[in-house]
T-cell receptor, first 112, second 113 residues
Framework: SQQGEEDPQALSIQEGENATMNCSYK?????LQWYRQNSGRGLVHLIL?????REKHSGRLRVTLDTSKKSSSLLITASRAADTASYFC????????????FGEGTQLTVNP | DTEVTQTPKHLVMGMTNKKSLKCEQH?????MYWYKQKAKKPPELMFV???????INESVPSRFSPECPNSSLLNLHLHALQPEDSALYLC????????????FGEGSRLTVL
């Protein structure tokens, strides 16, 4: 079963707007990661946040983690058409850290 | 060099064929992974190798047979596949088994007729 559930499943915005995607998970984690996938391509790692961290930034990306609610969010600021992709959260569980399990993903479309 | 290279990019095979997917990384990573991804779904873990030894097999049918000849190479041997096995097969590597990010290849698109 999938560890992560993401919402929304699909998000369509205009260039320049911010995009927020959410991820919830069920068990205690070691870390949570976000990946991006362009259609039919491999996944690209965006950012990793450890269970003892609450917020992390990388360029136009901001990730938050709330372990009490077992949830994370990914914010992309000032979006561009090139940000159009699927975004997946992935978790490494505390008890089974060798498995990286992916959520269902959010399909982001940024309209020019 | 931060690439994971997968070949072939596309593969069409019949249900009686035997074929192999190949994956190579030169980042010195000691963990390598096979994932299967169906359209509009997340990647699903199939196998994990750590230091060239099979660490995880997620109850994958025996018609899929992984092999790790050395620390840089990972193969997936395919035999007697079914049409429902058609998917994007993704290889990934990571520095260690239990921490850190995964580096993915571009995938091999498999179609089983």
């Amino acid at each position: 079963s999938q560890q992560g559930e993401e919402d929304p499943q699909a998000l369509s915005i205009q260039e320049g707007e911010n995009a927020t995607m959410n991820c919830s998970y069920k068990t205690s984690i070691n870390n949570l990661q976000w990946y991006r996938q362009n259609s039919g391509r491999g996944l690209v790692h965006l950012i990793l946040i450890r269970s003892n961290e609450r917020e992390k930034h990388s360029g136009r990306l901001r990730v938050t983690l709330d372990t009490s609610k077992k949830s994370s969010s990914l914010l992309i600021t000032a979006s561009r058409a090139a940000d159009t992709a699927s975004y997946f959260c992935a978790t490494r569980r505390e008890t089974s850290g060798s498995r990286l399990t992916f959520g269902e993903g959010t399909q982001l479309t940024v309209n020019p | 060099d931060t690439e994971v290279t997968q070949t072939p990019k596309h593969l069409v095979m019949g249900m009686t064929n035997k074929k192999s997917l190949k994956c190579e990384q030169h980042m010195g990573h000691r963990a390598m992974y096979w994932y299967k991804q169906k359209a509009k779904k997340p990647p699903e873990l199939m196998f994990v190798y750590s230091y060239e030894k099979l660490s995880i097999n997620e109850s994958v049918p025996s018609r899929f047979s992984p092999e790790c000849p050395n620390s840089s190479l990972l193969n997936l041997h395919l035999h007697a596949l079914q049409p429902e096995d058609s998917a994007l097969y993704l290889c990934a590597s990571s520095q260690a088994l239990t921490t850190g990010e995964l580096f993915f290849g571009e995938g091999s698109r498999l179609t089983v007729l």
